[in-house]
């Protein structure tokens, strides 16, 4: 089965930096690409960037220039630097797998920009 770990939220002043973590442990599968969306209180789930197998990317316009988002091939491991962060950010940030057997989903880890 597979699991996907989340690690390095907190809280941060604006303008700070924070970079965020996801590894995918467990299951047989063949990764077509990892991502990272996020949900502030009373919104929708939104992308926040993705990144294929392959290597290229896709951001979200409120982020693009911020944030930036990588990967390990050895590990099926993803992150994400977030920098210039704004109160708007704070969300609880989730990782997801996309594979040729499902799509899994992280627990979520709560990013919080604030004075």
């Known amino acids: 089965q597979v699991r996907l770990v989340e690690s390095g939220g907190g809280l941060v002043q604006p303008g700070g930096s924070l970079r965020l973590s996801c590894a995918a442990s467990?299951?047989?599968?063949?990764?077509?690409?990892m991502a990272w969306y996020r949900q502030a209180p009373g919104k929708q789930r939104e992308l926040v960037a993705l990144?294929?197998?392959?290597?290229?990317?896709n951001y979200a316009d409120s982020v693009k220039g911020r944030f930036a988002i990588s990967k390990n091939k050895y590990n099926n491991a993803v992150y994400l630097q977030m920098n210039s962060l704004l109160p708007e950010d704070t969300a609880v940030y989730y990782c997801?797998?996309?594979?040729?057997?499902?799509?899994?989903w992280g627990q979520g880890t709560q990013v919080t920009v604030s004075s």
């Open positions: 997801k797998l996309t594979s040729n057997v499902s799509d899994y």
């Open positions: 467990g299951g047989s599968f063949a990764m077509y690409g």
């Open positions: 990144i294929r197998a392959n290597g290229l990317t």
